[in-house]
């Protein structure tokens, strides 16, 4: 038996142990009922914020209160490496900084802008600068990661009400932009695109293994029907190695796939025997991409990545997409008045205006469309690969790859102009015709009352601002901004453009062009070149016809003068003979008596070759001119209606002699009404525009050197 | 850096200037050694005491007539050093002092301050060593200090220390998930995560191990057992760290054959193992220019970092070249034997004036000659050589053209072809070996890749043939081999310019296998181990444990700063120093801004002089830790030479700085009172 002091030490320790477990146990219940919902509430737990990373908290927590000198000291040593050109050693430093500061955005923007662009310009090679491209990008990825916001199932469901912790509209957006800059229109874009092609392809698929053979004669050649696949598989990536970098023989494609085999992919590493190599997992994957939050966005979980052609764009509108997700409800009255938003929910863009931010996604699909036109995909045609696959039975076989529709250029630029009339409405950029009418009609009351046109503020007394006189100052005000934001965006030059290049006569004429160009290019078949372009101009000229505002964007009649000017000299170039003819014989005929240039021998050698090219030759571009005055379409409709009105009295009997079938105009034909083709310099009537703008000509004449 | 090439800023300790180093390690360490005599030796006048010495294998002191001798000298050197701080204060206003101050490189010759405060330091460090070596001379048993050194072993062993080292399993098991690399890095980036890893992981338990142990046996009073046996104190200090140095020592092998394994075991890729999975051999050349605004430095292109000078191709307006000159003294005379070629590497930089060509290099001339030919006499020895060549060019073409038009068939041809290009191969040797030249134009030059030149071993047999001795009339000696590097003209008349370093261009004389400079880079992570080891224990000697760690972790970081203090000590610094920078932040004041002429700015700038001197003296005392670290020569797979690199640069400079801490540590133990009989 115990003596009592040992028995009242016993007793004291029962109770210290029931204590501490009742306060254990309680402050446990506490935890989990109390806490944990509150901080849930208030987005204070880390795993609001994003992905959690066990090693960095590991770290943080281990360096107990010296992890801002540490990442000091780190921010110094990266510094110093990138000034010596440590790269390899600076991208583990960074890992490092960021690991200390996972919720800092700075070093995650700073330190991938400086991989993805300090570094990748300091490197020659392009598959160097595109390694540290990837790194970047990467790196920025995993800062976005970290950053994310809300996880869970409805964590992107801005409907609910639930409170979410936003993620950053800045980093994401930045992703996109550095595919764009870095990847999408960098100097050396197309060798950049091809490798991002690589990054999407299954290592086993490219092995150049694959390929190689030895034909009879002990040289080193490439199967055929292999290769075939391969083109089928990834017709643009053999176009542009092809057509824009020089790889003119399937060996040297090859070489450059043996050269490329190490590049950032979706894949893992492939291992000897596999004939389908694993995706990695997503967020280790290049391109990295974000969660598929919505169908039409290419998904890292399949190895059909997206049901789209795969492009730089792509990826890239994707990244722009998923930066529209965190920010507030969007106004439609932009300017009139500064909506309040939940701050715990959205965040708001901070680098620039949020319109000019939400107009990037469809900025990059108008990307998409042009890019593929300028690789010289148009239509569902396909494009036919010549010499690679002729063998002596067939010499003149083609391989035809690309036919399928994703290839289309007129969908990509519908789709362009699809998402930027959302784009518009969503934002108020967009008014509908009858809604422009509607508002300009009310806001004349204020407009007559305080003598502003419709491009000026103008204000009213708040003793005026009732009624009527409210709603018409409202209109007015509406009507400013809305044209104050569309300027700020250039929106209507985008929509404009969009809206007429998806006509199909434009992607048509286009495609002309562009095989013009080539035969240009290509020195070889100029006639061919000529005949296109011939071929071409009148296209184009109806598709600025039908779409009278397509024609007005100021770059779209600067492409099309340039290519003009091009086949102007073109066609000199090539009947050079002829025209120092017929010149020769003009400035003959300008004299009495006329003397011939030649028998008297009156021109020097230099001074004969200086009369061609002539620079300031004139072509059809030039002389067309359209009427542009209000109610053009009306007029049009009319002026079709009296056109048509006796033809189709003519097919009930009345006037059936007058008009033979032959002359029934085409429906097309509606679209050239109003327009005429005259001289060059002719005076443009009132309300008449010329096609092609003489401001627009002189740009591209100077850039020529032609002026 | 993303190629293989040795990034030096500071050369190592070369074997002839091993005296100049020792002087000014004299100079330091005797320093330090006169402030504290200087100190004790005012204390004994103040206090009118005798002197006793130790005397040899006698435990008594005793005072002897010559004892004065040591409390006068003691003041004379430290006097010595004090008139040398004045005058290199004053030289800064009188040009006429300059030679009474120390020189301030090697390549400087000795000044008078430089004999002075070498003998002043020499004498001071000769009566600081006299009692320890008159003390302890005889008496010092290897027995004690080994059993001293198993304890500590086994007491280490016992706390479980060992189990830090199985941290190192972390890095191996997770490394792959952290690190990433282009293929050519894979080698480079393992090396570096282990050696980040090793380093802090050995250096923190040196510490721990060396900063605690003395003080916790005072504090446990375990010493009292030891120091109560006739046992010398500067035993126990001995003891401890042997016992710690070998059981690290042991820890850093053992860690250092896993961290092996685990990189010997990664599927090396071809990009890596060409670029590091190896240790070349490598010779390096000085490097000189010719056609720059210098010989000694290439042009700035504005780069931040000046390691990399830069010559520009000639262009239309400026159609000389510019040089890259690397001069080559003594090549070791088996170099060319038994072998047909020879390979140079080179590792440059491009700096782009225009964009250039998308994925084209830019071409570069090598020329190679003898090094006593000047640049003129190289152009004669060039055109000598190209007439020649193309005079039996022609000859044997001209000879070959009957064999080739009668080859019947196209094996025959191909015979034909295959004679006349062995006869031309045949007759280019002859004369590279006559006139001991050779020109490869053209060359590609990737930028930040390294890439490599085969020369044929003839040049170098025929260099090592040549028995003329190499002095000039000047008593100057002439290099065996100079290489020529120019950038080449392009067609479109464009220029880029060319970024060389000292060890950018090398003669690869063999290639060792990479485990083997993996260990060899360990010995300078050991080293650095010791050292951390050495500080802690004799701080320990006096400080409690938690400042022993304290005081080495701070020496060790300040060793780590030391490119920056040397910034300082220069007045490199960008702001100026700690009393300018404070103005211009208090008045804010940028940097481009120029401080006003003003009495005050005058006390500013002194007063920055002043910290400035300090920091240069602290520098004196701070360890080049820097040194130690040799893992850019494993990552880059370079050679690390026995002699030149761990022993002249590292082993050498441990004991020169340990020794000090040992003096230090002897008089602390000694005089610190622990069961003293007094």
């Given amino acids: 038996m115990a003596n009592p002091f040992q028995q009242r030490s016993r007793q004291r320790k029962l109770a210290y142990g029931v204590l501490i477990l009742l306060l254990f146990t309680g402050s446990l219940l506490h935890r989990r009922f109390v806490l944990e919902p509150r901080a849930e509430a208030l987005q204070l737990r880390e795993t609001s914020r994003g992905e959690v990373e066990l090693t960095g908290s590991a770290l943080r927590l281990l360096l107990t209160g010296s992890r801002g000198l540490a990442t000091t000291v780190l921010w110094d040593s990266a510094n110093k490496m990138m000034m010596k050109h440590q790269w390899n050693e600076l991208e583990l430093v960074v890992k490092s900084i960021t690991k200390l500061q996972p919720y800092f955005i700075t070093p995650w923007m700073f330190q991938s802008w400086n991989l993805a662009f300090n570094v990748s310009v300091e490197c020659d090679r392009p598959r160097d600068k595109y390694y540290y491209v990837s790194r970047g990008v990467e790196l920025l990825a995993e800062g976005e990661r970290r950053n994310q916001g809300s996880s869970g199932a409805d964590a992107f469901n801005i409907d609910n009400k639930k409170p979410r912790f936003p993620g950053h509209p800045d980093m994401r957006h930045f992703i996109g932009f550095m595919y764009q800059l870095k990847i999408g229109n960098s100097d050396e874009k197309a060798t950049m695109r091809c490798l991002l092609d690589l990054s999407l392809i299954d290592p086993v698929k490219r092995d150049p293994k694959l390929f190689l053979t030895v034909n009879e004669r002990g040289q080193q050649d490439v199967k055929r029907d292999e290769f075939a696949a391969f083109c089928k598989d990834n017709p643009r990536l053999v176009r542009r190695l092809r057509d824009f970098l020089g790889f003119d023989t399937p060996l040297k494609v090859v070489k450059f796939l043996a050269d490329s085999k190490a590049v950032p992919s979706r894949y893992e590493d492939p291992k000897a025997g596999q004939t389908e190599t694993p995706l990695r997992a997503p967020h280790a994957q290049f391109p990295v991409l974000p969660p598929p939050l919505e169908e039409s966005w290419p998904d890292v979980a399949k190895r059909e990545l997206t049901r789209e052609t795969t492009d730089v764009f792509l990826v890239a509108r994707t990244w722009y997409q998923y930066a529209q997700q965190p920010l507030p409800p969007v106004d439609r009255d932009p300017g009139m008045l500064e909506k309040e938003y939940d701050k715990q929910r959205f965040r708001n863009v901070k680098q620039m205006a949020s319109q000019i931010f939400r107009g990037y996604p469809s900025r990059a699909q108008i ?252 072509g059809i571009l030039d002389d067309v001119q359209f009427y542009d005055g209000p109610d053009a379409e009306k007029l049009k409709e009319i002026l079709q209606a009296v056109t048509y009105a006796p033809i189709h009295a003519s097919t009930l009997g009345a006037f059936g002699f007058c008009f033979p079938v032959a002359l029934v105009p085409h429906p097309a034909q509606r679209h050239f009404l109003l327009s005429r083709s005259v001289l060059y310099g002719t005076p443009v009537p009132a309300n008449w525009r010329p096609l092609v703008s003489n401001d627009n000509i002189m740009q591209v004449r100077e850039r020529l050197g032609l002026k | 850096m993303i190629f293989a090439t ?16 020792l002087i000014v390690w004299v100079q330091n360490v ?23 010495v130790p005397l040899f294998s006698d435990r008594t002191e005793k005072v002897l007539p010559t004892s004065d001798l040591f409390v006068y000298g003691s003041l004379f050197c430290f006097v010595g050093y004090l008139a040398i701080l004045f005058l290199s204060i004053a030289a800064g206003s009188s040009a006429g002092l300059t030679r009474f101050v120390p020189r301030l490189s090697f390549d400087q010759p000795l000044s008078i301050g430089d004999y002075v405060m070498t003998v002043c330091g020499a004498v001071a460090l000769l009566i600081a060593l006299y009692p320890i070596v008159t003390g302890l001379f005889g008496k010092l048993r290897w027995g004690r200090i080994e059993a001293m050194a198993r304890l500590s072993f086994k007491e280490a062993v016992r706390s479980r220390v060992v189990l830090i080292f199985s941290a190192m399993a972390l890095v191996f098991l997770f490394v ?51 120091v109560t046996k006739p046992v010398e104190k500067f035993e126990i200090v001995l003891g401890r760290f042997l016992g710690y140095g070998l059981l690290l ?47 000694q430095k290439g042009e700035s292109v504005g780069r931040e970092w000046e390691y990399r000078s830069y010559i520009s191709g000639p262009t239309v307006n400026v159609p ?3 040089f890259a000159i690397w001069s080559f003294g003594d090549l070791p005379s088996s170099l060319g034997r038994g072998v047909e070629t020879l390979r140079f590497e080179y590792t440059f930089d491009i700096f782009r004036l225009s964009k250039g060509e998308e994925g084209k290099d830019i071409a570069c001339t090598f020329t190679l000659a003898e090094g006593h030919l000047d640049g003129r006499e190289v152009a004669k020895v060039k055109e000598a050589f190209k007439q020649e060549s193309d005079a039996q060019e022609a000859e044997i073409r001209a000879a070959h053209s009957k064999n080739l038009g009668a080859a019947a068939s196209a094996d025959e041809t191909a015979k034909a072809v295959e004679a006349l290009q062995a006869k031309l191969k045949e007759a280019r040797a002859a004369l590279v070996q006559k006139h001991r030249f050779v020109e490869l134009a053209g060359q590609p030059v990737t930028d930040n890749h390294t890439q490599s030149l085969e020369v044929p071993a003839v040049f170098f047999t025929a260099l090592m043939e040549k028995t003329e001795a190499r002095t000039a009339p000047n008593g100057k000696y002439y290099p065996q081999l100079r290489v020529y590097v120019s950038v080449d003209r392009t067609n479109s008349g464009e220029s880029q310019m060319l970024g060389v370093a000292r060890r950018d261009l090398y003669l690869i004389a063999a290639e060792l296998p990479f485990w083997q400079n993996f260990l060899k880079g360990i010995v300078g992570m050991w080293c650095s181990v010791m050292l951390v080891l050495g500080i802690a224990v004799s701080c320990s000697t006096y400080l409690s444990g938690l400042i022993s760690l304290f005081l080495t972790a701070m020496i060790y970081g300040l060793g780590q700063t030391t490119e920056y203090l040397q910034q300082v000590a220069d007045k490199k610094v960008e702001g100026g120093g700690p009393l300018e920078g404070f103005t211009r932040l208090a008045g804010r004041k940028m940097l481009a801004v120029q401080l006003e002429d003003s009495p005050a700015t005058s006390l500013i700038k002194g007063g920055d002089e002043f910290f400035s001197w300090i920091v240069r003296r602290l520098l004196n005392l701070v360890p080049d830790v820097a040194r130690f670290d040799l893992h850019q020569y494993v990552a880059n797979g370079f050679d690390i030479s026995w002699g030149q690199v761990l022993f002249m640069d590292n082993l050498i400079p441990l004991v020169g700085y340990l020794l000090p801490w040992a003096i230090l540590s002897y008089y602390l133990m000694k005089y610190r009172e622990i069961a003293n009989p007094s």
Wanted: glycine share 6%.
């Fill in chain 1, 367 to 618: 990307y998409i469309a042009e890019n593929l036109q300028a690789e010289g995909w148009f239509d569902d045609e396909g494009w036919a690969i010549p010499d690679w696959f002729s063998n002596s039975r067939n010499p003149d076989a083609e391989l035809l790859v690309g036919e399928d529709l994703k290839y289309h250029s007129g969908l990509a630029w519908r789709r362009g102009y699809d998402m930027y009339k959302q784009y518009g409405l969503d934002t108020g950029l967009y008014l509908t015709p009858d809604e422009l009418l509607r508002l300009n009609r009310k806001a004349q009351l204020f407009r007559d009352f305080v003598k502003v046109s419709g491009g000026e503020v103008g204000q009213l007394r708040s003793d005026q601002n009732k009624g009527e006189m409210a709603e018409s100052f409202l209109a007015h005000t509406k009507l400013y901004w809305n044209m104050s934001y569309r300027s700020m965006t250039n929106f209507d030059a985008h929509f404009d453009q969009s809206r007429g290049e998806m006509n199909p006569v434009a992607v048509h004429a286009h495609k002309l062009l562009y095989q013009a160009d080539r035969y240009r290019k290509s020195l070889e078949r100029v006639d061919q070149a000529i005949n296109s372009y011939d071929e071409a101009w009148p296209l184009w000229i109806q598709a600025c016809l039908e779409t009278s505002r397509f024609s007005l964007v100021s770059n779209v009649q600067e492409d099309a003068y340039e290519l003009l000017v091009q086949h102007m000299r073109l066609v000199q170039n090539q009947n050079r003979k002829s025209f120092q003819k017929v010149f020769k014989g003009m400035a003959q005929f300008g004299v009495w008596p006329h003397v011939s240039f030649d028998d008297f021998n009156l021109l020097t050698p230099e001074q004969n070759n200086k009369i061609m090219p002539v620079r300031t030759v004139r």
């Fill in chain 2, 6 to 21: 040795l990034v030096l800023e500071r050369e190592p300790l070369q074997t002839a200037e091993f005296l100049a180093a």
């Fill in chain 2, 30 to 52: 005797g320093g330090v050694a006169s402030l504290a005599l200087a100190i004790w030796a005012i204390a004994i006048l103040l206090q009118r005491m005798k002197v006793s």
């Fill in chain 2, 176 to 226: 792959d998930w952290f690190v990433q690399h282009k293929p050519e890095d894979q080698i480079r980036n393992y090396v570096r995560v282990v050696y980040w890893t090793m380093t802090p992981l050995f250096i923190i338990t040196a510490l721990m191990l060396g900063s605690f142990i003395i003080p916790n046996d005072v504090k446990n009073m375990s010493i009292h057992t030891i």
């Fill in chain 2, 249 to 295: 020592t042991l820890g850093v092998a053992g860690v250092a054959l896993v961290s092996l394994g685990f990189i010997l075991r990664t599927n090396v890729t071809d990009e890596a193992a060409k670029e590091s999975y190896k240790a070349r051999v490598a010779l390096f050349g000085d490097l000189a220019f010719a056609g720059t605004k210098s010989t």
């Fill in chain 2, 320 to 322: 000389e070249r510019q």
